[in-house]
C-alpha cells in the first residue's frame, strides 16, 4: 500500500508542476501582450518635440523654445534656428525671406536660416515623414504685435503694410501635429 500511495502522490505532485509551469507561461504571455500594447499606444500618441530660437542683432539668440512657445521679442528677427528632437524618420526642411529673396531654397534640421543682418520677413517649415507623412508642422509670427493665422505645409507667412511692403517678423510660434 504504501508504494501504490507513493506513486500517487509523485503522480499528483508531477501534475500539479506541470500546471505550475503552464500557468507561468500563461501569465508571461499576458505580461508580454499588455507590455507590447503599452508600447503601440505610446507610438500611436507620441509626437516629437520641436525646438526653436530666435536671433536679433539687438538681444542675440534667445532660448530655445518648444512646441508653440512664443520665441522672439520686439526687436526684428534676423536669423532662426529650428529643429525636431528625435529626428530618426523625419526631415524637417525650412526656409526663411530676407533681402526680399529667399535664402537658400532649404535649411535641415538645427541649420541658421539668415544671416543675422537682414531682417527676415517670411518663414516656411514642413515635416517629411519618411514613413507616411505622419506630422504636420503648424507655425505663425508676430509682426507688429498682431499675430497672423497659423500656417503649415510650407505655405509662407506673408504680411504686407500699406505700401505693399513685407513686415519684419518679431515673434514665432511652432508645433507639430499629428
Same mark, same amino acid.
Given at each position: 500500500?504504501? @508504494?501504490?500511495?507513493? =506513486? #500517487?502522490?509523485?503522480?499528483?505532485?508531477?501534475?500539479?508542476?506541470?500546471?505550475?509551469?503552464?500557468?507561468?507561461?500563461?501569465?508571461?504571455?499576458?505580461? &508580454?501582450?499588455?507590455? =507590447?500594447?503599452?508600447?503601440?499606444?505610446?507610438?500611436? /500618441?507620441?509626437?516629437?518635440?520641436?525646438?526653436?530660437?530666435?536671433?536679433?542683432?539687438?538681444?542675440?539668440?534667445? %532660448?530655445?523654445?518648444?512646441?508653440? #512657445?512664443? !520665441?522672439? =521679442?520686439?526687436?526684428?528677427?534676423? !536669423?532662426?534656428?529650428?529643429?525636431?528632437?528625435? =529626428?530618426?524618420?523625419?526631415?524637417?526642411?525650412?526656409?526663411?525671406?530676407?533681402?526680399?529673396?529667399?535664402? %537658400?531654397?532649404?535649411?535641415? @534640421? +538645427?541649420?541658421?536660416?539668415?544671416?543675422?543682418?537682414? %531682417?527676415? #520677413?517670411?518663414?516656411?517649415? %514642413?515635416?517629411?515623414?519618411?514613413?507616411? /507623412?505622419?506630422? +504636420?508642422?503648424?507655425?505663425?509670427?508676430?509682426?507688429?504685435?498682431?499675430?497672423?493665422?497659423? &500656417?503649415? +505645409? &510650407?505655405?509662407?507667412?506673408?504680411?504686407?503694410?500699406? +505700401? /505693399?511692403?513685407?513686415?519684419?517678423?518679431?515673434?514665432?510660434?511652432?508645433?507639430?501635429?499629428?
Amino acid at each position: 500500500m504504501n @508504494s501504490i500511495e507513493n =506513486n #500517487r502522490t509523485k503522480r499528483t505532485i508531477s501534475i500539479y508542476k506541470k500546471e505550475i509551469v503552464l500557468m507561468i507561461i500563461a501569465i508571461g504571455l499576458l505580461l &508580454f501582450s499588455l507590455g =507590447n500594447l503599452i508600447i503601440i499606444n505610446y507610438k500611436k /500618441n507620441y509626437v516629437p518635440t520641436i525646438m526653436y530660437r530666435t536671433y536679433t542683432k539687438e538681444k542675440g539668440w534667445t %532660448k530655445w523654445m518648444k512646441s508653440g #512657445r512664443t !520665441a522672439g =521679442n520686439i526687436y526684428d528677427i534676423t !536669423a532662426i534656428q529650428v529643429k525636431i528632437d528625435d =529626428n530618426k524618420d523625419k526631415r524637417l526642411v525650412y526656409s526663411c525671406l530676407y533681402k526680399d529673396e529667399w535664402g %537658400k531654397t532649404v535649411y535641415n @534640421s +538645427n541649420e541658421v536660416c539668415g544671416n543675422k543682418k537682414d %531682417k527676415i #520677413r517670411s518663414i516656411r517649415l %514642413k515635416v517629411s515623414d519618411l514613413k507616411n /507623412n505622419y506630422y +504636420n508642422v503648424n507655425y505663425r509670427v508676430n509682426k507688429k504685435d498682431k499675430w497672423t493665422t497659423w &500656417f503649415e +505645409n &510650407f505655405i509662407p507667412t506673408y504680411t504686407w503694410d500699406k +505700401n /505693399n511692403k513685407t513686415l519684419p517678423i518679431k515673434k514665432v510660434q511652432i508645433k507639430l501635429v499629428k
